[in-house]
């Protein structure tokens, strides 16, 4: 079963600063990873999507990437709607399985 | 505008079996590019995915081996939408219920429901 670690578990960042969020796999995965930001009380909403791809009416400001098992989310420049929980998805196909991250929370400073 | 609505009881009974709805705007469970997902979260857990179902010149089902033995997910077509049962069910199983429309074939879920908060107490 491959495991998604989230790093860090909280990010204390001001409006405006670059936020950093990483994702590592514990073994190798395809590209198909996602990224989600949820806020309290809501579903979580699909980022990125095969590792670096917004998904529709995502802010440019969002980014994904990866190099290796490790993938990274990128936040270029806060602001103050961002600050939420980001959870990273991957799937696997033998057996199908969709595995979430344990979440990064980014709170503000 | 792809919308997710979901209905159902917020409360079971340890043993008895929870039962949850999806009813599906804007698009068709039947449709051949995308899959129906049941995805709960629980403060232990995290997230978990639980199942899907899907069209592709017939109906599929897959789940999750941690509850394939006790999940049963359907399409109605009339109705336009998807089922979750989850039987025998334990405090275990007390999480907010999401169901999520799958994207073919990268797996991101890019429609969610609103999320049912389901409680597993007598």
């Known amino acids: 079963e491959i495991v998604l670690t989230q790093s860090p578990a909280t990010l204390s960042l001001s409006p405006g600063e670059r936020a950093t969020l990483s994702c590592r796999a514990s073994?190798?995965?395809?590209?198909?990873l996602a990224w989600y930001q949820q806020k309290p009380g809501q579903a979580p909403r699909l980022l990125i999507y095969?590792?670096?791809n917004r998904a529709t009416g995502i802010p440019a400001r969002f980014s994904g990437s990866v190099s290796g098992t490790d993938f990274t989310l990128t936040i270029s420049s806060l602001e103050p709607e961002d600050f939420a929980v980001y959870y990273c998805?991957?799937?696997?196909?033998?057996?199908?399985?969709?595995?979430f991250g344990q979440g990064t929370k980014l709170e503000i400073k | 505008q792809v919308q997710l609505q979901q209905s159902g009881p917020g409360l079971v009974k340890p043993s008895q079996t929870l039962s949850l709805t999806c009813a599906i705007s804007?698009?068709?469970?039947?449709?051949?590019?995308?899959?129906w997902n049941w995805i709960r979260q629980s403060p232990s857990r995290g997230l978990e995915w639980l199942g899907r179902t899907y069209y592709r010149s017939k109906w599929y089902n897959e789940f999750s081996v941690s509850v394939e033995s006790r999940i049963i997910i359907s399409p109605d077509t009339s109705k336009n939408q998807f089922s979750l049962q989850l039987t025998s069910v334990t405090p275990e199983d007390t999480a907010v219920y999401y169901c999520?429309?799958?994207?073919?074939?990268?797996?991101?879920?890019?429609?969610w429901g609103q999320g049912t908060m389901v409680t597993v107490s007598s």
């Open positions: 095969d590792a670096s």
């Open positions: 999520a429309r799958g994207v073919v074939p990268s797996g991101a879920f890019d429609i």
């Open positions: 804007g698009d068709s469970v039947s449709s051949n590019s995308a899959a």
């Open positions: 998805q991957q799937r696997t196909n033998w057996p199908l399985m969709y595995t």
């Open positions: 073994q190798s995965v395809s590209s198909y």
